[in-house]
């Protein structure tokens, strides 16, 4: 059991990051929970590479940039950060009339005087090949994400999908994969028309192959993957290509697991808050994507204000003498300035 901190927060995505710089700079002692292996969350897991263009303050910023910056902000009090863990249970007991919550995840119990969920869509897994055994080229040519993309530098490469992902992967690896190979089971895409488009004009200059109506069928070679067989799911034509790496981008699975049984209001796979960002249960707090009220709207800008309301609300709720306000920033000793 450890020791216990004012606000256990679930999640590591931008919500999570922000409700951690924000409980440190209101003094409040807390920790993150993730089950992903690196802070960040979506934009660490599903679009690194990709440029955002609406959070405040930056014109145009890459996802895996702006999750530096917000864990060199979000992480600055060396809170502790519990990555590579999922949230399987609560318990509730009281201390002095008060609640005390006891988190317990799949690598151990954290127990805190409020929650904050900011588990995004849940904890996601990416969707696996459908093919037996695929499992065993994981560190071997499998890649289930990308993280760096210069892994593949002068590499074969097949990806396998017809999503964002699949298509975001074959446009941003030109230049450094030696080759693509794409392979999608229909000829419809689930993918930004715009990208489809860049795709199809590298497959017509000759740069990557974009094959619709063909799957993969096994992965094979040594020690690491060597080759591929792909099949061709309307004519049943089979080809061998040489291969070293496979990135399925088939998407995730993903489930709020364990936190739905909790007796939290929920709403179509949501978690329902007050304009205080608090559940029905007292002392629970939910901000980000995992949260609903009237009018949200899914964003990192979103998802950071609540975050910002979660934390100054906790710390009310765990002391009431404390202000909900926080004060400004830009005024604060903390920080070195002066005025406060
Ligand atoms: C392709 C794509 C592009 C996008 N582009 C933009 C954009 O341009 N602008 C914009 O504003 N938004 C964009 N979004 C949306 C944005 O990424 C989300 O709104 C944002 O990530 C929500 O942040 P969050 O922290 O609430 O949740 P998440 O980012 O989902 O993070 C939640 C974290 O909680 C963890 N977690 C969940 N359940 C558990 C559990 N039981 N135990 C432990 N950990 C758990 C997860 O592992 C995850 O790391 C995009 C989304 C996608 C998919």
Redo the contacts with the bound molecule.
């Keep these: 059991m450890s020791d216990v901190k004012d606000i256990t927060i679930?999640?590591?995505?931008?919500?999570?990051l922000f409700a951690a710089f924000y409980a440190g700079m209101r003094g409040a002692s807390h920790r993150l929970?993730?089950?992903?292996d690196q802070v960040?969350?979506?934009?660490t897991?599903?679009?690194p590479e990709?440029y955002?263009?609406?959070?405040a303050g930056f014109p145009k910023i890459l996802?895996k940039d702006l999750v530096k910056g917000m864990a060199e902000q979000g992480l600055q009090w060396k809170a502790p950060v519990h990555l590579g863990?999922?949230?399987?249970g609560l318990r509730q007991t009281q201390e002095n009339g008060q609640p005390i919550f006891t988190v317990v995840?799949t690598a151990g119990e954290y127990a805190g005087r409020t929650v904050l969920i900011?588990?995004?869509?849940?904890?996601?897994t990416p969707r696996k090949l459908p093919l037996k055994d695929a499992d065993q080229w994981l560190g071997k040519g499998l890649y289930d994400r990308v993280l760096n993309p210069q892994e593949f530098a002068g590499k074969r490469v097949l990806i396998v999908g017809g999503g964002?992902?699949a298509f975001d992967w074959a446009v941003n690896l030109q230049g450094i994969a030696k080759s693509i190979v794409m392979v999608h089971r229909r000829d419809g895409f689930r993918a930004h028309q715009a990208t489809v488009n860049q795709v199809h004009a590298l497959s017509a200059a000759g740069k990557m192959e974009l094959r619709t109506f063909w799957e993969l069928r096994a992965i094979g070679g040594g020690q690491r993957i060597e080759q591929v067989t792909i099949f061709n799911n309307k004519t049943k034509e089979e080809v061998t290509l040489g291969m070293d790496c496979v990135i399925p981008q088939l998407g995730f699975v993903s489930a709020?697991?364990?936190?739905a049984e909790w007796g939290l209001d929920i709403e179509k796979g949501e978690i329902k808050v007050s304009q205080m960002m608090e559940t029905n249960i007292p002392g629970i707090f939910a901000?980000?994507?995992?949260a609903t009220y009237p009018g949200k709207l899914?964003?990192?800008?979103t998802?950071v204000a609540e975050a910002c309301i979660a934390v100054n609300h906790a710390v009310h709720f765990i002391n009431p003498a404390a202000k909900i306000e926080p004060g400004h920033s830009s005024g604060m000793a903390l920080f070195g300035q002066k005025d406060d």
């Design positions: 679930i999640g590591a995505g931008p919500t999570g929970i993730d089950n992903l960040g969350g979506q934009l897991a599903l679009y990709k955002v263009f609406d959070v996802a863990e999922k949230v399987i995840s900011a588990g995004g869509i849940g904890a996601f964002d992902s709020l697991g364990a936190i901000a980000g994507d995992i899914k964003l990192i800008a998802g």
